[in-house]
């Protein structure tokens, strides 16, 4: 039985994680981590991670960047594998989470769904041919009104899945073209950020060409997506050794 940590137990991830668990053989929470302690859980929960007395396998995290600093040292010091699922991370905390991972097993993905993942590689494959052909790249994401960060993970991973692989990190990502007096530069891609309602995820990468546009979409309608991926890759981390792990290794080792 895998012995985790929830990182942000009483947030809308944590207590999705925290409802799939309950079902689960193979994993518990056997404690979580919250600076707020009002839900009954069914575990203890501990206002941050130094005060937590239990003993764990894995951290799953999903608070916030702000608290991203803290998790980073207590794994590092503990040498407790992490999957670490907050986004909107500065670059600083990135190299800081690239060092950790020559300490301890690391797990960070901006997306656990399936979907997101499976799309990465199906983007990679669109843009060998499109790119060449003179189609211009831009992403659309759309998230719920409480959302701290922006443009989402998920929207930079995408880019950076086509960028890094397949434009060998040659173009620039655009955020906002208000200020500009000038057409769109061939080597971007464009990123724009939706916020409204409850919207749990939405993604939209759009390849327009010359009289024709493909666009790739996914839709996240439950948090469950993000959950279930989460929970497997706490139970592939528990017990590995010091690595930078994606969730790219929790599918192909479950195929
Ligand atoms: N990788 C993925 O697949 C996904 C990633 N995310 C990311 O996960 C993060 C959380 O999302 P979501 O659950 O919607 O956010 P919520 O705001 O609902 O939950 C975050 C929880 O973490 C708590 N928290 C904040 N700081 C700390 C800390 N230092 N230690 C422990 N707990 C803390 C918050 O407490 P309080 O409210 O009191 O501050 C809150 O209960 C976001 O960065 C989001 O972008 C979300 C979905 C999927
Ligand atoms: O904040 C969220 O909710 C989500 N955040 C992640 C991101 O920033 O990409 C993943 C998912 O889209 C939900």
Do not use: W
Not at 87 to 111: D, H, I, P, W
Not at 156 to 165: E, V, W
Not at 184 to 194: D, L, N, P
Request: with cysteine.
């Amino acid at each position: 039985m895998v012995k985790a940590i929830m990182h942000g137990c009483n947030g809308h991830m944590g207590q999705v994680i925290t409802g799939l668990i309950k079902d689960d053989p193979e994993i518990e929470i056997v404690a979580g981590i919250d600076p707020v302690d009002c839900r009954d859980n069914g575990y203890p929960v501990f206002p941050n991670l130094h005060a937590c007395t239990v003993d764990a396998d894995v951290i799953i995290d999903f608070t916030s960047a702000k608290a991203a600093d803290g998790l980073i040292n207590y794994c590092v010091e503990k040498k407790l594998p992490v999957v670490l699922c907050s986004t909107g991370l500065s670059e600083e905390q990135l190299a800081s989470v690239e060092a950790a991972s020559k300490q301890v097993a690391v797990l960070k993905s901006a997306n656990m769904s399936l979907g997101i993942n499976m799309l990465m590689k199906l983007l990679q494959d669109a843009a060998k041919i499109l790119v060449p052909a003179g189609f211009d790249i831009e992403i659309v994401e759309k998230h719920h009104n409480r959302k701290l960060d922006a443009p989402s993970g998920t929207a930079l991973a995408l880019a950076d899945a086509i960028n890094d692989g397949v434009l060998n990190s040659e173009y620039a990502y655009k955020y906002d073209r208000s200020q500009d007096h000038h057409k769109r530069e061939k080597k971007e891609i464009g990123i724009s950020a939706v916020r409204g309602g409850t919207i749990v995820g939405d993604h939209d990468v759009i390849f327009a060409g010359t009289d024709e546009v493909i666009t790739f979409s996914h839709t996240a309608y439950s948090r469950a997506i993000f959950g279930k991926g989460a929970i497997q890759a706490a139970k592939f981390l528990a017990g590995k050794p010091a690595g930078y792990y994606h969730m790219s290794d929790v599918i192909d080792a479950q195929a």
